[in-house]
């Protein structure tokens, strides 16, 4: 069962000449629109697991939903049907993943934009103000850093021949985090010399392991060093 302003909804664009007032449209079709981010965000989170930036940033398109019901609800608008759980697909691509959350939230910051043109009711402005914010200043910033780390590290993984499918492999939370790190680094810096052929070239699990005995190796000399009491002289006297 289709909504009945779904070609409005979808079109997102508000129809004076509709039979439902403006300010309906403009709330059901917001409403719709963070309905859809919900959907996709959820989706994300189901086929790669909690992780950043999707998996926080869906416990945000709750509260947004349920700020905009709360307006439905003050000003008698029937909330739209939902159909987006059923026709939402996700990419096996974490990185394709990622560019569309930013094209997503550039669309919803662009929505809200639209629909302030149209609506003058100072709380509903209010409202729709406060969640173009958050998706300018805290969501779009979120995935474009989480899309720049994995640009870096797909690019990282090709300069050693590894498919893109394979740059997201789990080998550890060491492993991982060194990964990651030569990766932003190599981005930043290009061919950084001797060290940079040597983590192109080096499995992160081996890297992970030279950290590590390095680290071993350093606190095992620190507690051969006795450490000399100066508290007493040779030639003290009683």
């Avoid at 919803?108 to 100072?122: G, H, K, Q, S, T």
């Avoid at 300018?136 to 990282?156: G, S, T, V, Y």
């Avoid at 492999?169 to 492993?175: A, E, I, K, T, W």
Wanted: charged letters at 15%.
């Amino acid at each position: 069962m289709a909504n009945d302003d779904e070609t409005i909804l979808r079109s997102q664009r508000l129809q004076p000449t509709a039979p439902w007032p403006l300010l309906q449209q403009a709330l059901r079709m917001a409403l719709y629109d963070e309905y859809a981010a919900r959907a996709y965000y959820a989706g994300v989170v189901q086929a790669f697991g909690q992780q950043a930036p999707f998996a926080n940033i869906l416990k945000s398109e709750a509260q947004h939903i349920a700020t905009l019901v709360r307006l439905c609800q003050r000003y008698g608008v029937p909330r739209p049907l939902d159909p987006f759980p059923a026709e939402t697909t996700i990419s096996p691509s974490w990185r394709v993943n990622l560019e569309r959350g930013v094209s997503g939230e550039l669309a919803n910051i662009r929505l809200y934009d639209y629909l302030m043109a149209w609506v003058f009711e100072p709380d509903v402005r209010q409202v729709f103000l406060n969640l173009q914010t958050a998706s300018r200043n805290k969501h779009l910033p979120a995935f474009q850093r989480a899309l720049e780390k994995a640009m870096a590290l797909e690019n990282w993984h090709a300069q050693q021949g590894v498919a893109p499918s394979q740059a997201y492999v789990r080998h550890g939370p060491l492993s991982d985090a060194l990964e990651r790190g030569f990766a932003l680094l190599a981005s930043q810096h290009g061919a950084f010399g001797l060290i940079g052929t040597l983590v192109r070239t080096t499995h992160p699990a081996m890297l992970a392991g030279l950290v590590a005995g390095g680290t071993a190796v350093h606190l095992l000399r620190q507690a051969k060093v006795a450490p000399v009491d100066t508290s007493l002289s040779l030639t003290q006297k009683d």
